[in-house]
């Protein structure tokens, strides 16, 4: 029974340095990203390099190519939310178009089904398809938040409701409690992006 016990705090305490730093990281660039903050972008870059260790690791090969694509989104990310604006101004918060909305359902849907089966078939990946809906999950709320649509931050919900069991199942503990972290950030996110929101609408209305 001790023996059970003290098991199970040394993995919940971090089973690698590799993990915490990741964790830290990861932590860090969310609530930067609530604070509209363009540092979120090269702390995800840092955090999302040391995830692709940490997932191979765990035979999640979904959310190892995920990581790689953060990358790559957060050096787009970053240069959108500076010039991204109209005559490359600076984004501001705003509502995801109805056509973006049809375009992140029918891509989830797809991607989820299409390389569940891949995974399935042809990998010796644990949990196929709830990797792959997480991945596609994330694609869609990572696309949305570096063009600053205000419900990323819905989608990112979603995702972290079902990240925190799966990384709990894997022994990840660390990770597990991140994502559930993740989701508290993820409504404050939502409430502060709403506020931005509302004042940029109230700043321009004048004008037109």
Same mark, same amino acid.
């Given at each position: 029974? +001790?023996?059970?016990?003290?098991?199970?705090?040394?993995?919940?305490?971090?089973?690698?340095?590799?993990?915490?730093?990741?964790?830290?990281?990861?932590?860090? /660039?969310?609530?930067?990203?609530?604070?509209?903050?363009?540092?979120?972008?090269?702390? &995800?870059?840092?955090?999302?390099? @040391?995830?692709?260790?940490?997932?191979?690791?765990?035979? +999640?090969?979904?959310? /190892?190519?995920?990581?790689?694509?953060?990358?790559?989104?957060?050096?787009?990310?970053?240069?959108?939310?500076?010039?991204?604006?109209?005559?490359?101004? &600076? +984004?501001?918060?705003?509502?995801?178009?109805?056509?973006?909305?049809?375009?992140?359902?029918?891509?989830?849907? +797809?991607?989820?089904?299409?390389?569940?089966?891949?995974?399935?078939?042809?990998?010796?990946?644990?949990?196929?398809?709830?990797?792959?809906?997480?991945?596609?999950?994330?694609?869609?709320?990572?696309?949305?938040?570096?063009?600053?649509?205000?419900?990323?931050?819905?989608?990112?919900?979603?995702?972290? @409701?079902?990240?925190?069991?799966?990384?709990?199942?894997?022994?990840?503990?660390?990770?597990?409690?991140?994502?559930?972290?993740?989701?508290?950030?993820?409504?404050?996110?939502?409430?502060?992006?709403?506020? &931005?929101?509302?004042?940029?609408? &109230?700043?321009?209305?004048?004008?037109?």
């Amino acid at each position: 029974m +001790l023996h059970s016990l003290y098991e199970f705090w040394t993995s919940a305490a971090g089973g690698t340095p590799l993990e915490w730093v990741a964790v830290i990281t990861g932590f860090a /660039c969310v609530w930067l990203a609530a604070r509209e903050s363009l540092w979120n972008f090269p702390t &995800a870059i840092v955090s999302c390099g @040391l995830y692709i260790f940490v997932y191979y690791g765990q035979q +999640l090969y979904a959310d /190892c190519l995920l990581q790689g694509f953060f990358i790559a989104m957060g050096l787009y990310g970053w240069y959108e939310w500076q010039y991204g604006g109209a005559r490359h101004s &600076a +984004l501001v918060v705003s509502r995801t178009r109805p056509w973006e909305w049809l375009v992140v359902v029918v891509g989830v849907v +797809l991607f989820t089904s299409g390389f569940g089966y891949y995974l399935k078939h042809y990998t010796n990946d644990s949990l196929p398809y709830w990797d792959s809906f997480t991945t596609a999950g994330s694609l869609a709320a990572q696309y949305l938040l570096t063009r600053k649509r205000l419900e990323n931050w819905l989608l990112w919900v979603l995702v972290d @409701l079902v990240y925190v069991p799966i990384l709990w199942h894997k022994h990840l503990y660390p990770s597990s409690g991140l994502y559930a972290v993740y989701l508290v950030l993820a409504v404050y996110g939502y409430v502060e992006w709403r506020r &931005a929101a509302r004042a940029a609408i &109230a700043t321009t209305s004048p004008a037109a």
